[in-house]
């Protein structure tokens, strides 16, 4: 911020700057005008110089037609372009020569010339002249002047191919605009030249000259006018400006107490002095508003930037940590589910009497604010020893933001989460300090809530790694750069039954990356219908490839997002598919997450579920149990399988109770005539129990992992030595 007096105009700076912006547009235009004029004199000389060199042209060659016999070839317009002499000999010093050209001189108020081919030398010879001498005298004495336009010359190209030239031409160290017309025989071979000049060309510009000096002299003139009379009127008429321009920069600066004056005046000066006062008004709500939250009534997430700036400003480059402090984001626990059963009144209650109590706390040096929501920030005073205190600081806030808060509508129970970002060490400027403790909070969410963490940088690589992930995986997807691998289901015979497609992403940088990690990453960036639009038609397309050699074919099973499952354009999808792949119709298997048939979230399921059994498309429910499966409306489900979670047979090992819900399980699903699936069989131990339990297939690592389309097929027809061996003893 500006000091006071620190680099405050003068009040000459501002009219006299404005006078030279109206004066330089005034020079522009005086300019512009003037070039345009000069433009159409010189324009109009030109036309003028080219009529009269035109009619001395006309002229001369009709003088010479009367003195000897020549026909003149003329052009469309009638200017001579050749004369053509039927005796060259007659070109020779003559008393006639002389007289002509005395003659068409005076015609024309210019001078005349007569020249002869020499084909020797290849030039031009003057025969006779207009041109005096001093003393009186013909120039050259009307006899031969050899040599006088040769090869150099302007008009020697085009004379010497029988050409008339038009133009400016060199005589005694000057320009002349001349006429030069050719003599040709009657065979059309150049025997002479017939020029005529109209005077000195810089006698003709002279005019050009004058009248451009006088535009100058003139535009001077009245810009010195214009800059007088400008200075004058902008003094006085921006004195008030001026005063306006004083008040408006200490309302800018936060100066409140600057006196704007001027409002009682009834022009547009008084109606802008009017204005700033309310302007200064309106600045003081709006600064409050700008970095006060208005419900807690204390700073908010702009202030906190603004006071990170500023301390981040003080920091000694010679030794950053004696001003080193630590900053603190502070996430509530359990704050949706006080606004959720206590309302939203209830939740701002909470939120100001939180910040209250941490307000309450704060030591000298502190600084508290609310980011947003159910986040608050805490700066810690600076102190070469921060390391030292961010512990005791965090617990402080951990504390005051934790416990019972009471409501009007009732008590509401919180803990806090506090992300730990020390500075300068884990950032030198706001946006990478906030982001640190940002990286740092998500920590403790994904562990143990209600805790703190001070930033490490093995936080930022887990945030950049799924950056690149999302970056890596919409390109992998547009270059299908996956793969899919198919893991075998077997009946109790041993006979494979059915295969699970799953997608495999191998990145050529990170090795395998896992379906854990990104299929939630292509749930949350939007990916999942591309994702899951691009696996099955890799299915379809594998199952026609293996119709082509196989009689049989076992069921191809695919995994579908409840995103994918709410897309309008879904089913129509599928419809697409057992068009192009006709041989998929009935082999299609779509296996669904149990949150989608979930009671009281509506039936939006159904029509889908049925058009997509109208097209042979079997249905299986994946996972049952692990969410929000209930045996109460399994009967309800429009599905013709269920796969019971690994977890179910991993307890029942262990557990007869739980032995006993998978008995039930299964025998309630094949009761309601549903195919049940055991998956996550991975020892004999298991594989004997869900032998016993009588389930109609079954998948796991021990009979096979998933594997590559080749290695699938190899499978067909080949009972599995563990099932084909064991007896199946059903419960």
Known sequence: MDTPGENRPSGWWFPARTTAYFLVVAALCLGTLSLLGLRQINSTNEMNSAVRIDRAGRAAAALLDTTVETTVRIDSQGSPQAIIMQDPALLEPDDVWDELLDDIAGVNQGAANLFRYDEDSGSFDRLSTTFRTPDGARVGGSQVEPGLISVGHPAYAALSSGTTYVGQVPVAGRLRLAYLTPILTTDGTTAGILAVDVGWVDDLNRITEETTDRAIATSLSLLAALALICVLVMFRSFRPLHRLTEAAHAIGTGDHDQTIGLTDRRDEIGYLARGLVKVSDLQRTLEHRAYNDSLTAVPNRAALVQELDRRFAQLDGNNPDSHAFALLIIDLDGFKEVNDGLGHQAGDELLVALARSLCDSLEPGEYFARLGGDEFALLSATSPNIDDHVAELAERASIQASGVFSTSAGDACVSASIGVAVIPEHGTTSTEAMRNADLALYEVKRGERGTSKVYEPAFADAFDRQLYLVAELRRVLDDEELTVVYQPIYDMDGNVRALEGLARWHDANGGPVSPAEFIPIAENVGLIDQLGSWVLERACRQITEWSATYDELPRVSINVSTLQLRNPDFVRSIAHLMERYPAAQGQLCLELTESVLVPGHGDWHQPILAALTDMGICLSIDDFGTGYSSLNYLHKLVVDQVKI???????????????????????????????????????????????????????????????????????????????????????
């Not at 977890?647 to 557990?655: G, L, R």
């Not at 032995?659 to 298991?686: F, M, P, W, Y």
């Open 645 to 731: 979670d690994r977890t179910f047979i991993d307890a029942a090992i262990e557990d007869n109770n739980q032995h006993q819900l998978l008995a039930g399980i299964v025998a309630i699903g094949k009761e309601l005539g549903l195919s049940v699936v055991l998956e996550g069989i991975e020892t004999v131990e298991e594989l004997e129990l869900a032998q016993t339990l009588g389930c109609d297939l079954l998948q796991g690592y021990l009979l096979g992992k998933p594997m590559s389309p080749a290695m699938a097929a190899a499978r067909f027809g080949v009972p599995h030595h563990h099932l084909a061996t064991a007896p199946s003893t059903a419960a």
